[in-house]
């Protein structure tokens, strides 16, 4: 019964930890490599290329299928 219980909210609810702690660390991430890159830098140029791609990343995690 917890299981369908589990399963349901699930599916009401969405999963409601994985996705959110993805887009956290792509942007802790991203806001690491800005501090890196220096004012002037490589940054400016390919930074919104770089976030999204570990935007798309963690949503590739979050959605990977379950074992």
Known sequence: ???LLRAVRKLVL??????PAGI???VAGA????AV???GG???HA???VLAG???IALAVALRPRR
């Open 47 to 49: 930074g919104g290329a």
């Open 31 to 34: 806001g690491v490599l800005r």
């Open 24 to 26: 956290a660390a792509a």
């Open 14 to 19: 969405g999963e409601t930890v994985v996705l």
């Open 54 to 56: 570990l935007l798309v």
């Open 37 to 39: 890159a220096g004012a």
């Open 42 to 44: 490589w940054w400016e």
């Open 1 to 3: 019964m917890i299981g």
